[in-house]
């Protein structure tokens, strides 16, 4: 038979346990991401629709955005085109201009190529600022010998500052066959040592398999470090090694684990934008609209299915 003492304990053991459980906040779940689509207009760069073509057919195709070259803005406005025009034109395409293409070479290690690298980035930016874009990407463009990967995230640091003061901040891509700057262990020790709130990084399906760094390591991202993903796919027939950019494919056509590569970005919280950036000869000699369309609906169809 229970004593007196042996109930006051339950009850105290009891009560003392609610007021532990209460007091211990619940964890909030993790928001999931939310994606938008963008064109990156290389896929279609081989038909030369021009700037306009592009946006109309991004806008007609049915994107949210578009990643444009910073070579074809400033042969726009070279044709006596206004940067205020250009903004207009995105504008009234109901499109948002979400991110830059460039090659302005900020991280190479001789000092005054890297000088007239920043002086470029300062001056694109500035253009990419009046055209309402906030993202370039900033490729190891011009590296020629092995990275000091430490002073690359110095350097990486001064350009995140240089952002800051255009407003239009540096997205730090990696090239799966670039022999200096090609895996994804490198681009985030760099923006680790940049020690920074904005780094951001780009990665690509295609890079990220041909530079060796396979998929899993996306799941050790999180939140806005990713905030542009280049969509596309690879063939497992053609050598890892061997592979070049134009043997890209619409995503979900080719070998990589796209519902996982999806997933892993989905779970790491924060906007995802997931542009199409394909460099297909064949494809270039299809109808540019089809071709935009074709990989628009694939995307969704893979997000869709995740």
Not at 70 to 81: S, T, V, W, Y
Not at 285 to 300: H, I, P
Request: with cysteine; charged share 25%; proline share 5%.
């Amino acid at each position: 038979m229970s004593t007196r003492r042996d109930i006051l304990k339950s009850i105290g053991l009891g009560a003392g346990a609610a007021i532990l459980t209460s007091a211990i906040p619940a964890t909030p779940p993790k928001a999931k991401s939310e994606f938008r689509f963008c064109l990156n207009t290389s896929t279609i760069m081989g038909q030369k629709p021009g700037l306009k073509g592009y946006l109309d057919i991004a806008a007609r195709a049915g994107y949210d955005g578009v990643e444009l070259w910073i070579r074809d803005l400033e042969e726009f406005i070279a044709q006596g085109n206004t940067a205020a025009s250009l903004k207009k034109l995105i504008s009234d395409a109901g499109l948002t201009f979400e991110n830059a293409i460039g090659f302005a070479p900020w991280m190479v290690d001789d000092d005054a190529k890297r000088k007239v690298g920043m002086e470029q980035m300062e001056k694109e930016m500035n253009l990419l600022a009046s055209l309402g874009c906030t993202r370039v990407a900033a490729p190891a463009a011009g590296v020629t010998a092995p990275l000091d990967l430490f002073k690359a995230g110095e350097r990486y640091k001064a350009l995140l500052d240089l952002g800051r003061k255009t407003g239009v901040m540096p997205q730090l891509e990696f090239w799966g066959a670039f022999p200096y700057f090609h895996h994804l262990g490198q681009v985030l020790m760099v923006a680790a040592v940049a020690n920074d709130k904005d780094a951001r990084i780009l990665p690509d399906v295609y890079h990220l398999f041909r530079g060796g760094s396979g998929y899993e390591g996306l799941k050790m991202l999180n939140g806005n470090l990713v905030e542009i993903f280049h969509m596309n796919d690879f063939v497992s027939s053609i050598p890892r090694e061997k592979q070049e950019d134009k043997d890209r494919v619409y995503p979900g056509d080719g070998a990589a684990p796209m519902k996982q590569i999806l997933t892993d970005l989905k779970n790491m919280g924060g906007p995802k934008v997931l542009s199409l950036e394909l460099f297909n000869q064949t494809y270039w000699k299809e109808d540019a609209f089809q071709v935009a369309k074709t990989g628009l609906d694939k995307m969704k169809a893979l997000v869709k299915s995740i």
